[in-house]
């Protein structure tokens, strides 16, 4: 079983950063996939990103690709979200996931509680 908690959410104008964490627990945060989805209201929840167990491979969302960065150190068993030149459109609520190498939220098995990341023009 794991566990996640996401924070480094908040309020930041366009053109801003931010870099979210997920924290997990449990020993076997070394044999997931790690990925970022996000919801915004009235909207699907839709992939941003993943990153691979060992973290040499990542893939991106067209809409975030080259401003946003995956990373994860699993000797701290967390995962980071470095998000830059932020837009208006991606306000919306962040969560971390667990699971299996997929775009799909299907594929991944456990999710934190979501962080709110709210960007102003």
């Known amino acids: 079983q794991v566990q996640l908690v996401e924070s480094g959410g908040g309020s930041v104008q366009a053109g801003g950063s931010l870099r979210l964490s997920c924290a997990a627990s449990?020993?076997?945060?070394?044999?997931?996939?790690m990925a970022w989805f996000r919801q915004a209201p009235g909207k699907e929840r839709e992939f941003v990103g993943a990153i691979s167990v060992s973290g040499s491979t990542a893939d991106y969302a067209a809409s975030v690709k080259g401003r946003f960065t995956i990373s994860r150190d699993n000797a701290k068993n967390t995962v980071y979200l470095q998000m830059n030149s932020l837009k208006p459109e991606d306000t919306a609520a962040y969560y971390c996931?667990?699971?299996?190498?997929?775009?799909?939220?299907?594929?991944?098995?456990?999710w934190g509680q979501g962080t709110q990341v709210t960007v102003s023009s």
């Open positions: 996931a667990a699971g299996t190498w997929s775009r799909s939220d299907l594929s991944y098995y456990y």
């Open positions: 449990g020993r076997a945060f070394t044999t997931y996939t």
